[in-house]
Protein backbone atom coordinates (compact mmCIF):
# COMPACT_ATOMS: atom_id res chain seq x y z
CA UNK A 1 0.00 0.00 0.00
CA UNK A 2 2.97 2.04 0.82
CA UNK A 3 4.02 1.89 -3.07
CA UNK A 4 0.97 2.75 -4.44
CA UNK A 5 0.22 5.45 -2.21
CA UNK A 6 3.75 7.31 -3.16
CA UNK A 7 3.29 5.95 -6.92
CA UNK A 8 -0.19 7.87 -6.79
CA UNK A 9 1.49 10.88 -5.10
CA UNK A 10 4.26 10.96 -7.48
CA UNK A 11 1.73 10.56 -10.63
CA UNK A 12 -0.41 13.79 -8.87
CA UNK A 13 2.95 15.73 -8.43
CA UNK A 14 3.82 15.47 -12.30
CA UNK A 15 0.05 16.44 -13.64
CA UNK A 16 0.25 19.40 -11.35
CA UNK A 17 3.72 20.45 -12.33
CA UNK A 18 2.62 19.59 -16.28
CA UNK A 19 -0.65 22.02 -15.40
CA UNK A 20 1.76 24.88 -14.53
CA UNK A 21 2.80 27.76 -17.02
CA UNK A 22 6.40 27.42 -18.44
CA UNK A 23 8.47 28.34 -20.85
CA UNK A 24 9.20 25.60 -23.50
CA UNK A 25 13.19 24.13 -22.90
CA UNK A 26 14.80 24.60 -26.29
CA UNK A 27 17.62 21.58 -27.67
CA UNK A 28 21.10 23.86 -28.32
CA UNK A 29 24.23 22.50 -30.31
CA UNK A 30 26.39 22.82 -28.21
CA UNK A 31 30.07 22.20 -29.89
CA UNK A 32 32.52 19.41 -29.18
CA UNK A 33 34.65 19.76 -26.44
CA UNK A 34 37.98 20.88 -27.43
CA UNK A 35 39.43 19.40 -24.11
CA UNK A 36 38.90 15.27 -25.06
CA UNK A 37 38.52 12.39 -22.01
CA UNK A 38 41.32 10.64 -21.93
CA UNK A 39 39.95 7.52 -20.45
CA UNK A 40 41.21 3.94 -19.65
CA UNK A 41 39.34 1.07 -21.01
CA UNK A 42 36.39 -0.40 -19.05
CA UNK A 43 33.46 0.64 -17.64
CA UNK A 44 33.02 4.25 -16.16
CA UNK A 45 30.14 5.82 -13.94
CA UNK A 46 29.15 9.28 -14.37
CA UNK A 47 26.17 11.22 -11.92
CA UNK A 48 24.00 14.23 -13.74
CA UNK A 49 21.22 16.17 -12.07
CA UNK A 50 19.14 18.09 -14.42
CA UNK A 51 15.80 18.56 -13.46
CA UNK A 52 13.52 15.89 -12.89
CA UNK A 53 15.21 12.67 -13.27
CA UNK A 54 12.62 10.99 -15.27
CA UNK A 55 14.11 13.15 -18.34
CA UNK A 56 17.64 12.79 -17.37
CA UNK A 57 17.21 8.90 -16.71
CA UNK A 58 15.60 8.78 -19.98
CA UNK A 59 17.73 10.31 -22.27
CA UNK A 60 20.86 8.29 -21.19
CA UNK A 61 19.07 5.47 -21.38
CA UNK A 62 19.20 6.28 -24.94
CA UNK A 63 22.81 6.44 -25.49
CA UNK A 64 25.33 4.36 -27.14
CA UNK A 65 27.69 2.81 -25.18
CA UNK A 66 25.75 3.54 -21.63
CA UNK A 67 25.06 0.10 -20.09
CA UNK A 68 23.28 1.24 -17.03
CA UNK A 69 21.36 4.27 -16.11
CA UNK A 70 19.66 4.85 -12.49
CA UNK A 71 17.33 7.54 -11.29
CA UNK A 72 18.46 8.63 -7.56
CA UNK A 73 19.40 10.84 -5.12
CA UNK A 74 22.78 12.43 -4.48
CA UNK A 75 24.10 15.44 -2.63
CA UNK A 76 22.38 14.48 0.56
CA UNK A 77 22.19 11.88 3.22
CA UNK A 78 21.09 8.64 3.57
CA UNK A 79 18.21 9.74 5.92
CA UNK A 80 16.87 11.95 3.57
CA UNK A 81 17.21 9.91 0.33
CA UNK A 82 13.34 9.98 -0.20
CA UNK A 83 11.20 11.15 -2.69
CA UNK A 84 9.04 12.93 -0.15
CA UNK A 85 11.54 14.35 1.72
CA UNK A 86 13.61 15.10 -1.43
CA UNK A 87 10.44 16.43 -3.30
CA UNK A 88 9.52 18.41 -0.46
CA UNK A 89 12.90 20.54 -1.01
CA UNK A 90 13.96 20.27 2.92
CA UNK A 91 16.84 18.13 1.94
CA UNK A 92 20.26 18.58 0.25
CA UNK A 93 19.79 15.80 -2.14
CA UNK A 94 19.41 17.08 -6.00
CA UNK A 95 17.20 14.28 -8.23
CA UNK A 96 20.08 13.05 -9.84
CA UNK A 97 20.91 9.89 -12.72
CA UNK A 98 24.10 7.71 -12.50
CA UNK A 99 24.78 5.95 -15.67
CA UNK A 100 27.59 3.31 -16.35
CA UNK A 101 29.47 3.86 -19.67
CA UNK A 102 31.70 2.11 -21.59
CA UNK A 103 34.12 5.25 -23.09
CA UNK A 104 35.40 3.27 -26.21
CA UNK A 105 31.60 3.54 -27.04
CA UNK A 106 30.70 7.32 -25.65
CA UNK A 107 33.43 9.32 -24.10
CA UNK A 108 32.91 11.09 -20.76
CA UNK A 109 33.19 14.93 -22.87
CA UNK A 110 30.42 13.88 -25.44
CA UNK A 111 28.40 12.63 -22.82
CA UNK A 112 28.82 16.09 -21.05
CA UNK A 113 27.76 17.70 -24.66
CA UNK A 114 24.71 15.81 -24.64
CA UNK A 115 23.66 16.57 -21.26
CA UNK A 116 23.79 20.55 -22.00
CA UNK A 117 22.30 19.67 -25.49
CA UNK A 118 19.08 17.98 -24.82
CA UNK A 119 19.09 17.64 -20.92
CA UNK A 120 19.21 20.74 -19.28
CA UNK A 121 19.17 24.47 -19.69
CA UNK A 122 22.66 25.33 -17.55
CA UNK A 123 21.64 28.78 -17.11
CA UNK A 124 18.40 27.99 -14.70
CA UNK A 125 19.05 27.97 -11.46
CA UNK A 126 17.23 25.83 -9.00
CA UNK A 127 14.63 24.73 -11.52
CA UNK A 128 14.19 23.06 -15.04
CA UNK A 129 11.13 22.96 -17.07
CA UNK A 130 7.90 23.21 -14.89
CA UNK A 131 9.85 21.75 -11.76
CA UNK A 132 11.25 24.78 -8.99
CA UNK A 133 13.71 23.87 -5.99
CA UNK A 134 17.45 23.14 -5.13
CA UNK A 135 16.34 19.54 -5.48
CA UNK A 136 15.92 20.48 -9.86
CA UNK A 137 19.26 22.09 -9.95
CA UNK A 138 21.66 21.17 -12.48
CA UNK A 139 24.72 19.55 -11.80
CA UNK A 140 28.03 17.69 -13.16
CA UNK A 141 29.36 15.27 -10.47
CA UNK A 142 32.45 14.12 -11.26
CA UNK A 143 33.54 10.62 -10.24
CA UNK A 144 37.51 11.11 -10.98
CA UNK A 145 40.04 13.66 -11.37
CA UNK A 146 40.05 13.27 -15.27
CA UNK A 147 36.05 14.13 -15.22
CA UNK A 148 36.81 16.89 -13.23
CA UNK A 149 39.44 18.19 -15.33
CA UNK A 150 37.22 17.68 -18.22
CA UNK A 151 33.87 19.00 -16.69
CA UNK A 152 35.59 22.22 -15.27
CA UNK A 153 37.28 22.84 -19.05
CA UNK A 154 34.18 22.40 -21.17
CA UNK A 155 31.39 24.91 -18.35
CA UNK A 156 34.22 27.52 -19.35
CA UNK A 157 34.17 26.63 -22.81
CA UNK A 158 30.60 27.04 -23.14
CA UNK A 159 30.72 30.03 -20.83
CA UNK A 160 32.75 31.76 -23.85
CA UNK A 161 31.06 30.07 -26.87
CA UNK A 162 27.74 33.02 -26.04
CA UNK A 163 25.32 30.18 -27.10
CA UNK A 164 23.03 31.19 -24.33
CA UNK A 165 22.38 34.72 -23.65
CA UNK A 166 22.38 34.37 -19.43
CA UNK A 167 25.50 32.89 -17.61
CA UNK A 168 25.78 29.36 -16.94
CA UNK A 169 25.03 27.92 -13.51
CA UNK A 170 25.44 24.68 -13.59
CA UNK A 171 27.64 23.77 -10.61
CA UNK A 172 30.46 21.08 -10.36
CA UNK A 173 29.71 18.95 -7.23
CA UNK A 174 32.05 17.17 -5.31
CA UNK A 175 30.66 13.47 -5.26
CA UNK A 176 29.08 12.30 -2.04
CA UNK A 177 26.98 8.99 -1.65
CA UNK A 178 24.55 8.47 -4.76
CA UNK A 179 21.12 6.99 -3.45
CA UNK A 180 18.92 4.77 -6.53
CA UNK A 181 15.57 6.61 -6.16
CA UNK A 182 12.31 4.57 -5.40
CA UNK A 183 11.57 1.51 -7.80
CA UNK A 184 8.89 3.35 -9.54
CA UNK A 185 10.97 6.29 -10.27
CA UNK A 186 13.40 3.42 -12.97
CA UNK A 187 12.59 3.47 -16.47
CA UNK A 188 9.67 5.88 -15.77
CA UNK A 189 10.12 7.23 -19.34
CA UNK A 190 9.68 3.65 -21.23
CA UNK A 191 7.21 2.08 -18.71
CA UNK A 192 4.76 5.62 -18.80
CA UNK A 193 5.55 6.98 -22.11
CA UNK A 194 1.90 8.19 -22.45
CA UNK A 195 2.06 10.01 -19.05
CA UNK A 196 1.47 13.77 -20.12
CA UNK A 197 4.56 14.99 -17.95
CA UNK A 198 6.72 12.67 -20.32
CA UNK A 199 5.20 14.00 -23.00
CA UNK A 200 5.38 17.12 -23.13
CA UNK A 201 8.60 17.30 -21.11
CA UNK A 202 10.79 14.43 -22.13
CA UNK A 203 10.22 12.99 -24.92
CA UNK A 204 11.01 16.03 -26.73
CA UNK A 205 14.53 15.44 -25.17
CA UNK A 206 14.84 12.65 -26.97
CA UNK A 207 13.49 13.45 -29.82
CA UNK A 208 16.39 15.90 -30.39
CA UNK A 209 19.20 13.25 -29.09
CA UNK A 210 18.05 11.30 -32.09
CA UNK A 211 17.75 14.14 -34.41
CA UNK A 212 21.12 16.26 -33.45
CA UNK A 213 23.17 13.34 -32.03
CA UNK A 214 22.26 10.12 -34.56
CA UNK A 215 25.48 8.69 -34.40
CA UNK A 216 24.57 8.28 -30.46
CA UNK A 217 21.40 7.22 -30.59
CA UNK A 218 20.11 3.86 -29.69
CA UNK A 219 16.15 3.13 -30.45
CA UNK A 220 15.62 0.87 -27.70
CA UNK A 221 15.33 2.02 -24.23
CA UNK A 222 18.10 0.73 -21.89
CA UNK A 223 16.11 -1.07 -19.02
CA UNK A 224 17.87 -1.06 -15.72
CA UNK A 225 18.55 -4.31 -14.82
CA UNK A 226 18.63 -3.54 -11.18
Partial sequence: MHKIAALLAATSLALSACAEPAVAEEAVNAPAATRVA???KGLKTAVFAGGCFWGVEGVFSHVK???S???GY???NAASAKYDLVSSGVTDHAEAVRITYDPAVVRYDQLLRIFFS??????LKNRQGPDTGAHYR??????NAEQAAVAKAYIAQLGKAGIWKNPIVTRIEAYKAFYPAEAYHQ???AINPTSRYIVRWDAPK?????????????AGFLRDAG
Avoid: N, Q, W
Avoid at 118 to 123: F, G, H, I, L, Y
Avoid at 138 to 143: E, F, G, L
Avoid at 206 to 218: E, G, I, N
Fill in 38 to 40: KEA
Fill in 65 to 67: GVT
Fill in 69 to 71: AVS
Fill in 74 to 76: HGG
Fill in 118 to 123: VVADPT
Fill in 138 to 143: SAIVPM
Fill in 187 to 189: DYM
Fill in 206 to 218: VAALKAMFPTHYR
